[in-house]
Structure formats: C-alpha cells, structure tokens
C-alpha cells in the first residue's frame, strides 16, 4: 500500500452521527380481510345492504318494536281490501288484516329459513367439499359422485317432492331441509375447485413437512385459505333460500296456512291482483328487497376479497 | 373427441340411477304407508290406491320397485295422471309448449346478455356499466312469481299489451311477455361474463396488434373483441336451457300457459303427489340429458378444452 492520503475521509463509525428522523414509516397492516374491509368500507351501497339486513334482522327478533298487532289477529272483514289510514300504513288485505303487520311478522319465517338453509348447506357441503379437494384419489371420486347426484337434481324440484310428500309435517325446519338438504352440493364443488388450487401451495407443503397430520393441515390451513368462494356463495345462498321457501309456499307445498310468510301472503294476495294490488305489493317488496340486500352484500365480498376484481372495476 | 364423448355419457349412467333413486327413495321410502302419504289428508279412493300400488309395485321388495319402476320408464311406460290421462300423451302435448317458451326465453337472454355485456365492457367504469350492474343486481334478486306478478300487472293489466294469460293461444306472440320476463330475471350472469371478457380481450394483444395495424375501432369491436368473447355466453345460455325447462312451474302456472310446467303446477297446488313425482322425474331427466349436451358443445366450441 502506498502512503499516498485517502481521497475519501471516511469517519469512524463512532463519529459518525447518522439519524433517520421524519421518516416514520408506518406500518400499514395488510392482510386478505383488512384489505377487503378497507374497500368495503368506502361503498355506500355495502352500508346500504347492511342497514337492510339488519332491520330485517331486528323484524325477525323483536316483531313487536315495529307493530303492536298480535300474529294472526286482529283481521275485519269490513276493513277488507282497505287503503293505508293512520296507523296502519299499507292498507289492508282481502281478508282485512293489516298488511304491515303481517310483513314484519313474514320477516321471521323468512330469515330463519335463510339462516337454517345457510346452517345445513355449510354443514353439509363443507365437508363433502374439503374432504373431496384435500385428500383425492378414491375418496374424492366417490364423494364428488354423490354431489353430482344432488347437483343433477334442480333443488326446487328435489324440495317440492320432498315437501309434497310431508304434507303434515310441513315446518320452517322442514322446508330448510329439504331445501339445505339439496342446495349444498354446489358450495361442495365450489369448495373442491379451490382447495384443489390451494393444495399444492408451499405452506401445505411446509405444514406437512413439519409432522402436521393431514386432516390437521386441512383444518388450520388449507381449509381457512379457501373460505372466500364460500362465505360469498353462502351470502348469496341465504337470500336464494328465503325465494325458495316463498316460492313454496307461492305454491302451496310450503308452510301453512297459519304461519304468517311472505311467500304465503303473496300467494293469498294473487287472486285479487285486479283490484287490490297494493296487498301484493308490499310483500313482494318485503322479500325482493331483503333478497337484494343479501345478493348485494354477497358480491361486494366478492368483489372485496378478490384483488384481480378490484382491478376490474 | 369420440373418446370424451364416450366418457361423459358414461359417467352420466350412475348419475342418472343415482338422481331417480334419490327421487323414488325420497318418497317411498318413508316410514309409514307410502300411498297414504301421497294423499295427504285426503281419504285414498280403494281403486285408486290398488291402482297406484300397482302401478308402483308396492308388494315388491324397495329395490325392486324402484328397478320395476325404472323399466317402465324406459319402455316408455309412464303411468297415468291424477286425471286418468296417459302421462306420454300429456308429455306429447305439453313438452312442445315449454320447449317453444324456453327457447324463446333464451335467444332474448343470448341477445341481452352479449349486448349490455358488450356496451358495458367497453366503456368499464362510465355511466352506462354503473347503471346496468345496479339493474342486473335488482332483477336477479326479483322473484320469479313476482315478475311475473308485476308483468302481468302492468304490461297485461293496466297498459293492455299484451294478454294477461296465454290459454290455449300457445304462439309466440301470445307467449312473448312470459319469455321476455323469464330473460329478464337470468340474463345476469351471461351479461357479466360478457363484460368480464369483454375486458379483459380488450387489453389482449391480438387487440392490440389489431389497433397497431391500423383497423378502425368499427371492425375491431365486432370481429376481434365481441367474438372470441361469446364463447363464455354461449355455454352459460346453454346450461340455463336446461334450468329454465326444469323451472317454468312458477311462470307456466301464472301465465297459464299449457306446457309441462303447468302440469306439475297444477299436480303441485292440488297436492296430487303420484303426478308430481312422475314430472320431476322426467324434468331432472331431461335436465341432466341437457347438461351432457352443454358440456359437449363447450368441448366442440372452445379447442381448448379437452378432457382426455
């Protein structure tokens, strides 16, 4: 080495008096949920959807917060085929009962057969459809044969012979069997598609590779990474079912007479189209829009949780 | 592409016996006497409930009835209606009728779903997509009975249009306003996966070359980004052919127009199970034969796709 100077002084490092100031790099947390909840949360037709579902909700459970009419009562005939007046504010229909009242009591029969529909079509066709996907070979063959069965069957067909053949037997729980009972092998195929792409991914290698059992790599990984398609098919499934059981009972294999349902009321309602509309009207708007909040909240998940549909738009 | 053919046919043979298994199962195997649940509340007339007993082989061990049962269906043997009338000849009459309905409804759903599909994926994001996709959200989630309701309503009611139910006049003028709100209510998904495709083969680069080549925008939107997206369409029509023969209940018994839906409506409103049971059957059958159809169009259209 020569004794020539440095041309550069370079300090010792003790000297050297560096400091990142202002540069505050804030942590944006990031993740799949978080990132659908940010973009959720700047659409007002999601906090438009939600306000629906939860009133229709807050109908079901508390009926009495929105009408002091008792169930199934309270009908006059001299009142039949009414215009709106103070305090019953829909009219009333052919058999004189108030519609309003009768739409905020519909609002229980409905969702609870959305939410038992949701209930056995999860129940049901997750496993069918994570077993299927997770493990292959034999066990996926037979399991996806028998969701073709199902699949092969239109489910509103496959309901209306199973609630014709219950004629006395005919309950919410009935009604969302034999719909659930049927509906569930789509959310089964959907399910088999994506742990099929989701299987193959490193970190189910690692899991397995780390003496993770299998059915235990399913449940705490392969599974949790698939549930997208399924929350955004069950969403729209739950206002699917709610037309399902109004289509039923539209056509007098649902529920009976008694219970008081949107489907049930439209149906009464249909005879006197000419010259009571209105009594058709309104649960009709009951359940189209309760339908729509659900279909609605459905893709914007959809759209939330899916990073190529959010460049889409 | 015989071999693919071959194959599906072939895998449709169990789903086939596995569907109407499930349909005889569903109803004959329930605890109980069988013909007394197919009444209902009603009292069985004897010759009827001998009738049906033999007609459902009930003195048969349950496999049986169900291989006995399946013979008949295939010999063409359907058994009669509540009515007495054979259920061949009410298929023969009837089957036409729903045929005619659901093809029309289908060809309006084909051009509503390629051309919103189209005007929207070309202009993303403007006035017109925003506006479309709010309409199509409101009107998937419209029921069906209440479309119909509404249509009647207003197009046969109050404005006089068109007649407020078809009767007997099966032509397709008569039968145009149930077509056209049957369209309404499905053309949905065609229409999105037209705009999706629409985007994205705007951005390909066969497009892009296209535009690089110096073609006008007027050849460019037909030729190059409308055609290669109508392969997604096209299946989609073609499987709701299938769910839309499966499901006219609703608007052929609202309608009133006499096809096979209208004999299940009514079976369905005066709970004649024996009856109802035979047309499920026959309409999952024809739903399946139809699903086998789409699949293999879908392996004729897109070269692509080959199952070996």
């Not at chain 2, 994205?200 to 680069?205: F, N, V, Y």
């Amino acid at each position: 080495m020569s004794n020539r100077p440095s041309e550069h002084y370079v300090a010792p490092i003790e000297d050297a008096n560096v400091e990142v100031d202002a540069l505050k790099l804030k942590e944006r947390k990031s993740n799949l949920w978080l990132d659908a909840w940010r973009d959720l949360r700047r659409r007002p037709l999601f906090y438009a959807a939600v306000a629906m579902v939860l009133l229709v909700t807050l109908m079901a459970l508390w009926p009495t917060l929105f009408t002091d009419v008792p169930p199934n009562s309270e009908c006059s005939l001299s009142n039949s085929n009414g215009g709106a007046v103070a305090g019953h504010p829909m009219g009333f229909t052919r058999q004189g009962c108030d519609i309003y009242a009768r739409v905020v009591w519909g609002a229980r029969t409905s969702l609870a057969v959305g939410v038992l529909v949701v209930a056995i079509t999860a129940a049901i066709g997750i496993p069918m459809g994570a077993i299927a996907g997770f493990f292959g070979g034999k066990i996926d063959s037979f399991l996806s044969r028998i969701g073709d069965i199902f699949f092969s069957i239109p489910y509103f067909l496959a309901a209306v012979v199973v609630m014709s053949v219950l004629s006395d037997l005919r309950s919410v729980w009935t009604i969302a069997l034999a719909i659930g009972g049927f509906a569930w092998a789509s959310l089964a195929r959907i399910l088999r598609a994506e742990i099929l792409q989701v299987k193959n991914s490193d970190y189910i290698m690692a899991s397995e590779a780390v003496g993770r059992g299998r059915m235990s790599t399913l449940m705490r990984h392969a599974l949790p990474n698939s549930l997208t398609p399924v929350i955004v098919t069950l969403t729209i499934a739950l206002g699917a079912a709610i037309v399902a059981e109004a289509t039923l009972s539209f056509l007098g294999v649902g529920l009976g007479d008694t219970v008081m349902s949107w489907g049930n009321d439209i149906s009464k309602a249909q005879t006197s189209i000419r010259t009571a509309p209105m009594s058709l009207v309104w649960p009709s708007l009951a359940l189209t829009l309760t339908v729509l909040a659900f279909i609605v909240l459905g893709e914007l998940i959809r759209d939330a949780l899916d990073p190529k549909a959010r460049a889409r738009r | 592409m015989l071999t693919y053919i071959l194959r599906r046919v072939l895998q449709a043979i169990p789903v086939f016996f596995g569907t109407t298994f499930l349909i005889y199962f569903m109803v004959f195997a329930m605890p109980g006497d069988p013909i007394a649940g197919l009444f209902g509340d009603k009292t069985p007339n004897p010759a009827v409930a001998d009738a049906l007993r033999a007609q459902f082989n009930l003195d048969q061990p349950f496999i049986m009835q169900y291989l006995l049962y399946m013979k008949d269906f295939f010999t063409g043997n359907l058994g009669v209606t509540f009515s007495g009338q054979q259920v061949s000849d009410v298929l023969a009459r009837a089957f036409p009728v729903t045929l005619k309905l659901v093809l029309m409804a289908v060809v309006l759903e084909f051009i509503l779903s390629v051309v919103i599909g189209l005007i929207s994926g070309l202009r993303k994001g403007k006035f017109f997509d925003n506006i479309s996709l709010v309409v199509a959200l409101v009107l998937s989630s419209v029921p069906v009975f209440v479309a119909m309701f509404v249509a009647q309503y207003f197009v046969g009611i109050k404005w006089g249009l068109a007649p407020v139910t078809v009767g007997a006049d099966t032509t397709w003028g008569a039968m145009f306003l149930p077509a056209a709100v049957i369209a309404l209510t499905v053309y949905v998904t065609g229409m999105r996966l037209m705009r999706g495709s629409v985007i994205e083969s705007r951005q390909a680069d066969y497009v892009r070359t296209a535009y690089a080549k110096g073609l006008t925008h007027k050849r460019i939107v037909p030729v190059h980004i409308a055609r290669n997206s109508l392969i997604p369409v096209i299946t989609n029509t073609a499987a709701s052919f299938g769910a839309l023969i499966a499901g006219t209940t609703v608007t052929e018994g609202i309608f009133n127009i006499p096809g096979i839906g209208q004999v299940l409506y009514q079976a369905i409103t005066q709970s004649e199970v024996p009856t109802v049971v035979t047309f499920v059957t026959i309409l999952t059958v024809i739903y399946v034969i139809v699903n086998i159809l789409v699949d293999l169009l879908y392996a004729v259209l897109d070269p692509r796709i080959r199952y070996v």
